[in-house]
């Protein structure tokens, strides 16, 4: 079993940032990806990005390319998700999530991918 643990969240004005963090806990992560997704109200979940175990892979939805970046520390179980450039649209929960199947060197792109999630924290950005 894998534990998620996020924090970072929080009420920021439109072009701020913010930076979110994602603990892990439990089994290895070695070899299994790590993304992020967020949901606003009344909306489906949807990917926001993800890393591979390894290599440097990763993918980064359109609607947040060049300004949001991923990374991970696999030493330390932590997975980072760096938001500049806010709007006030990336309004959401923002969810931390693992595979359970290993990827090394490929980027699991959707929800049912992911195994383990985290409870989510709240990311809020004012106009």
């Known amino acids: 079993q894998v534990q998620l643990v996020e924090s970072g969240g929080g009420l920021v004005q439109a072009g701020g940032s913010l930076r979110l963090s994602c603990a892990a806990s439990?089994?290895?992560?070695?070899?299994?990806?790590m993304g992020w997704f967020r949901q606003a109200p009344g909306k489906e979940r949807e990917f926001v990005s993800a890393?591979?175990?390894?290599?440097?892979?990763?993918s980064v939805a359109d609607s947040v390319k060049g300004r949001f970046t991923i990374s991970r520390d696999n030493a330390k179980k932590m997975a980072y998700l760096q938001m500049n450039s806010l709007k006030p649209e990336d309004t959401a929960v923002y969810y931390c999530?693992?595979?359970?199947?290993?990827?090394?060197?490929?980027?699991?792109?959707?929800?049912?991918?992911?195994?383990?999630w985290g409870q989510g924290t709240q990311v809020t950005v004012s106009s």
């Open positions: 439990g089994r290895t992560l070695s070899g299994y990806a």
């Open positions: 999530s693992a595979t359970g199947a290993r990827y090394f060197s490929s980027v699991p792109t959707r929800g049912e991918e992911y195994d383990y």
């Open positions: 890393h591979s175990w390894s290599g440097g892979r990763f």
